[in-house]
């Protein structure tokens, strides 16, 4: 078994899941590895990352609520959003 290690500018979201800005971009990082990488401008990528993280199961809408200051109905829109209609519909 593996010591989850994240950066110290890590923001956790939960005990297995974080996210931290470098530069300008948003890296998300599950156990201390990366998962996802969006720039810190592009909406469509963010939306589909917090629907993933929701529908993958690593993380639960208040979860990413209360860490990200967003709305949890925001969060749980994008995971029914990818569940119903998939990746594609983010692009």
């Not at 979201?13 to 800005?21: A, D, P, T």
């Amino acid at each position: 078994m593996q010591m989850p290690i994240f950066p110290e500018t890590t923001k956790l979201i939960n005990g297995s899941v974080g996210f931290f800005k470098k530069e300008d971009f948003i890296y998300y990082l599950h156990n201390g590895s990366p998962i996802f990488c969006h720039h810190k401008d592009n909406m469509h990528n963010y939306r589909y990352i917090l629907g993933n993280l929701v529908v993958s199961k690593l993380c639960f809408p208040i979860e990413i609520s209360k860490n990200l200051g967003i709305r949890q109905r925001n969060v749980e829109r994008y995971a029914k959003k990818l569940r119903e209609d998939g990746i594609e519909s983010f692009f």
